[in-house]
């Protein structure tokens, strides 16, 4: 056995590259300074702070670096986003459409909003994942003030038609946020191209550190101005109070620059790996279902079923695989994936589900012995179900 497992979870949290480590260590020590400060080390940590801005803005087309709002990660970004906007924009209607996959920090927002009047339409996914676009037409009213819908899924990989939603959102003049974690830095993302208002991330989902991220902000829509979380000094244009984290703002611009640099061979060597995983485990092993999209889904995700065999006894049965057996955002939480719940797999995968994610530190070894384990290691937990169940 391995002394220290492979890291198959990806998608809920990436290694810091030590590139990335590299250029946010100065600003841990000589370069200490408060962004705020008016004085010599003020500027210094004021003038890299600038630097990022613009970098990240460019990296997501954002026409301005003031666009860019930094927080604490995707989950209070989210909240920024969803509450602040909807709140922001009350007087001009109460309604919020959104998906049933989204994130917790999305529904756990809209759930927010709903305890204070306002309504929320929950939109259905089909089996692959995917939102019905003329179902989202339908739903966006002249009373909808923000639509909020995942570019990415987190737990089944599945991409959404960005581009289309934006178009839909502007025709009907309703806001339009996208949780653009699992999205920035993996595929192409474009703020302006996609019509997107106001957008997520979080620099430990791209090899950057964990406890910053930000929010996008379209400066030219007047309405994507949400009412704040954070009182205080009035930092980020007064969307988000406190002391900016220079040396996690610093690591996030670098995370980012350094995926876009590979953007693309990164893209092909991921799905080549992704394809030979699901292959593997299809000729290896018999009924695997894999869950979302076979092909319009993130590079390095997998999401598979294997009826018969429960993802907890896979995952038990494997402590050579860092897996996850569903979100780990929620994992500690009893109970089916709300995910897999909305695709309406409850029946084919009653069991739950395993999630394996590839990423950029992935190789094909790893892959092939991931698909040895697996085939070893499932029938023998099938055999083990059935006679447990007789
Ligand atoms: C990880 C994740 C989040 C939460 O990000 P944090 O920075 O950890 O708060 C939100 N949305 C999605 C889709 C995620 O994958």
Redesign the pocket.
């Known amino acids: 056995m391995r002394e220290r497992p492979i890291y198959f979870d990806i ?3 990436t290694p810091l590259d030590p590139r990335v480590l590299e250029e946010m260590l100065p600003y841990f020590t000589e370069k200490f300074g408060n962004a705020a400060s008016r004085h010599a080390f003020g500027s210094e940590a004021s003038e890299a702070v600038l630097r990022a801005r613009a970098s990240i803005a460019k990296g997501i087309g954002a026409k301005s670096p003031l666009e860019v709002v930094f927080t ?7 909240n920024l986003a969803v509450k602040g906007l909807a709140r922001a924009n009350a007087e001009r209607g109460r309604h919020v459409v959104t998906t049933r996959t989204e ?1 917790k ?2 529904l756990d927002s809209c759930k927010q909003l709903e305890a204070e009047g306002f309504r929320v339409t929950y939109l259905e996914v089909d089996s692959d994942g995917l939102l019905k676009l003329d179902e989202l037409a339908q739903a966006v009213v002249p009373g909808t003030v923000l639509v909020s819908i ?1 570019a ?3 737990e089944i990989g599945v991409i959404q038609d960005i581009a289309a939603i934006g178009a839909i959102c502007r025709e009907r003049g309703a806001l339009f946020h996208t ?1 653009a ?2 999205a920035v830095g993996k595929i192409p993302f474009d703020v302006d191209r996609m019509n997107v208002d106001s957008a ?1 991330f ?4 791209m090899y950057g550190p ?2 910053v ?1 930000a929010l996008y902000l379209r400066r030219r829509n007047p309405e994507a101005k949400p009412e704040a979380e954070m009182l205080g000094g009035g930092h980020e244009n007064g969307s988000r109070s406190g002391t900016l984290n220079v040396p996690g703002i610093v690591g996030l611009a670098a995370a980012l620059r350094y995926a876009l640099e590979d953007l693309e061979p990164e893209i092909a060597r991921l799905t080549a790996l992704r394809d030979r995983l699901k292959d593997g485990l299809r000729s290896g092993i018999e009924n695997v279902r894999i869950n979302g999209h076979e092909t319009q889904r993130l590079p390095g995700n997998l999401n598979a079923c294997f009826p018969g065999a429960p993802a907890e006894l896979i995952q038990m049965a494997l402590p050579d695989l860092a897996l996850s057996g569903g979100s780990a ?1 929620s994992s500690g939480i009893a109970g089916p994936s709300h995910v897999l719940h909305a695709l309406g797999s409850e029946a084919a995968c009653s069991e739950g589900a395993v999630r394996i994610g590839l990423g950029r530190f992935t190789t094909q070894e790893d892959v092939d012995y991931a698909i040895g384990r697996f085939v070893e290691v499932v029938p023998r937990v099938r055999a083990e179900a059935a006679r447990a169940g007789a």
């Open positions: 998608q809920a949290t604490s990660g995707a989950t209070e970004a989210d994130h920090a999305v995942i990415v899924n987190n949780d974690t699992q997520s979080t620099a430990h989902k964990k406890g991220g955002c």
